[in-house]
């Protein structure tokens, strides 16, 4: 998948305008989110959608770069960690 007039791969350029537009939902998402102190669920949750913003934020940067894929498997990882979480979220999430 490189692109050989430029180097780096062309995997992201796919996806762009549909990251930006999750990167702007997610913001969105984000303000004036509340949640119980007893729900460690969704607690996580947040804390899984800010660095998620971060990573497609830096997929953004890296869109030319190798490194875009390791970051976009960052992200497949967090989302396999919160939905093994939601399985159980009254003792997950707390470990």
Request: glycine share 6%; proline share 3%.
């Amino acid at each position: 998948m490189r692109d050989s007039k430029k180097g780096g791969n062309n995997f992201g350029n796919q996806q762009r305008p549909s990251l930006d537009q999750l990167i702007d939902t997610g913001e969105r998402l984000q303000q004036g989110c509340r949640y119980s102190e007893e729900d460690h669920l969704a607690f996580l949750t947040l804390c899984f959608l800010s660095k998620q913003l971060d990573h497609a934020k830096s997929v953004r940067i890296l869109v030319r770069s190798t490194d875009a894929i390791l970051v976009y498997r960052s992200i497949i990882e967090g989302l396999c960690q919160l939905a093994w979480a939601a399985w159980k979220p009254q003792e997950r999430p707390l470990l």
